[in-house]
């Protein structure tokens, strides 16, 4: 079985460097099973939200794995239409109960809602002070997003998850949250499938073998990036994993770089127009 390295974050909490992400998993059977080959075969990470609608069965797969709770990293959301201080308080407590566990480990604002992103925050600090959590933090915050929140916070976020491939490689925000010790994840690693026939991508993949999912997953790896790529396709779950194995030559990582268009596949978090 593959062991994922982990990632130390500014607390000290190993936080693994690849996860299972559970967008779009809205069949109930489909997603347990999902679930539970990831666990099976290794990964220790799951990231839900609650506009996912699938909390309940990422807390149904853990309780029915063979691995211990301790060892499983959960991590979750609070929606833009729960956001604020008390309502994020008791949006926390629907996923804890919705989760069927007794804590977190990450809990993040899914989007910065302009008006309540400190307050939203406030209280996801709050979860961490009476250890409902074990890492506060964000999703899809730019820079003057985080430094509304350091201008207020005894704590500052230690995860910020974004929009990352190599189509749209964020260096200012990486190098910003890097200087402020912020781990990066990134969501839609794989650019949606938009990048996988890229010709680079393609090309290096030919050079060492792998896939080019593959690929840009080392890609992200070898830059301090973790990953939560979605899947329910039991040999994708397996192959995603297998990126710990082989590694890319300086040459390669600046081929990737090289690619980049700073083109999104996802919204702007300056210009979203989701519900809230």
Not at 156 to 178: D, G, K, T, W
Request: charged content about 25%; glycine content about 6%; some cysteine.
């Amino acid at each position: 079985m593959t062991i994922i390295p982990s990632k130390t974050l500014s607390n000290g909490v190993q936080m693994p460097y690849l996860g299972l992400g559970v967008y779009k998993m809205t069949d109930r059977e489909e997603a347990i099973l999902a679930m539970t080959k990831a666990l099976e075969v290794g990964y220790r990470a799951i990231d839900t939200a609650a506009i996912y609608g699938n909390e309940k069965e990422v807390g149904e797969a853990i309780k029915n794995a063979n691995v211990s709770r301790e060892e499983i990293f959960v991590t979750t959301k609070v929606w833009n239409n729960d956001q604020g201080y008390d309502n994020t308080l008791r949006a926390f407590e629907t996923s804890l109960k919705n989760l069927g566990l007794e804590y977190v480990d990450l809990y993040l604002t899914h989007w910065p809602v302009e008006d309540k992103l400190v307050d939203t925050y406030r209280a996801i600090e709050r979860l961490y002070d009476e250890k409902l959590i074990r890492v506060p933090g964000v999703s899809n915050h730019h820079a003057h997003h985080l430094e509304k929140i350091f201008a207020k916070a005894n704590v500052q976020p230690m995860v910020n998850q974004i929009e990352l491939h190599p189509y749209f490689s964020q260096v200012e925000l990486r190098a910003f949250c890097n200087e402020h010790n912020i781990a990066v994840t990134a969501w839609s690693p794989l650019g949606r499938g938009g990048i996988l026939q890229d010709e680079v991508i393609t090309t290096i993949a030919s050079e060492v073998g792998k896939t080019a999912a593959q690929v840009i997953l080392r890609w992200h790896y070898q830059q301090d990036i973790i990953t939560i790529p979605k899947s329910v396709t039991p040999t994708r779950i397996e192959e995603n994993m297998q990126i710990f194995d082989f590694e890319l030559s300086n040459e390669q990582l600046a081929q990737i770089n090289n690619i980049n268009k700073d083109q999104r596949f996802g919204q702007n978090p300056d210009t979203f127009h989701f519900d809230f």
